[in-house]
Each structure stands twice: as structure tokens, then as C-alpha cells.
């Protein structure tokens, strides 16, 4: 009788360990998503992490006209020296802490700069989709995918 008992405990023992292992996995479980600031001269691609572990990137891929590319100065028209970007390879990864964000590209323009350049960075802007491949400390998968169509949105008001 006393061994019947030992081993229901010790099953009971690692049942536990299971349940609290898929409690911590889904605790920890980052909540990814693309943010896209317009405002204040500032034009900006963010990766925002609102959950509560880490986002592990791997990947980006800026996706323009059907054609994948790894860094968003391929996709661009733009002086290079006139914005920030984040590149991530192989080599490089990026952690992306709770609510914190990583900037992958960022722009702000000078009081002296008119709309003309503003728009013209937004047109620019809005012809990409950019898809974030990363994963979680688990290694569960993640992808996030989102076009910058949101840019076009003040061009076509003042077009129409």
C-alpha cells in the first residue's frame, strides 16, 4: 500500500511541474505589435512588446512591390543620413523587453522642413509591409505582420 501511494504522489508530484510549467509559458508570453507614430514632424516604425516576457527578433523582412528585403534602406528613396534604422542578422538579434519598444526606423523633420518632404517619406513609407519573425523564451514562434499603408492615410485626404 505504501508504494501505491509513493508512486501517486510522485505522478501527482510531476502533474504539477506540467501545470506549472504551461502557467509560466503562458505568463510569460510576450504581446507583440507594429506601431506606426505620425505626428509632430516625427515619422517612426516601432516593434512594441505589451506582454509580459521578452520578444526574441530573428528576423525582419521589408516586403516592397512582392520583393523581400532584409534592411529598409533597400526600400527607401530617402537620404539615409536623414533617418534611424535597426538592422538585425544572423549575427545580431534584438530582445525586445516588456513594455518597451524597438525603433526600426525613425524620423523627425526640422521646423524649416515642409509638408512636401514629410509626404514625400510617407509615400515612400507606405509602399512597404514589414514582417517581424522573433519568438519567445520558450522558443515558441511569433510573427507579426502589418503594411505601413497607415502613412497614406493623410495623402489621400488632402488629394481627394
Sequence with gaps: MAI???????????????????HNEKSLKPLGQIDL???NKQLAVHIRNNGLGPLIIDRLLFIK??????????????DPKSYMRVAITNAVK?????????????TRFDEHEGESEINHARRQLALI?????????YDNKITLERDLQWFSRYLRTKES
Aim: proline letters at 5%; hydrophobic letters at 45%; charged letters at 20%.
Design 37 to 39: 507614430p505620425d505626428y
Design 65 to 78: 512591390d512582392g520583393q523581400p528585403y532584409t534592411a529598409i534602406d533597400d526600400c527607401l528613396d530617402l
Design 94 to 106: 534584438r530582445v525586445v523587453l516588456p513594455n518597451a519598444h524597438l525603433v526600426v526606423f525613425e
Design 4 to 22: 501505491i501511494i509513493s508512486i501517486l504522489a510522485l505522478l501527482a508530484t510531476f502533474y504539477q511541474l506540467y501545470l506549472q510549467r504551461t
Design 129 to 137: 509591409t514589414l514582417k517581424v519573425e522573433g519568438r519567445d523564451i
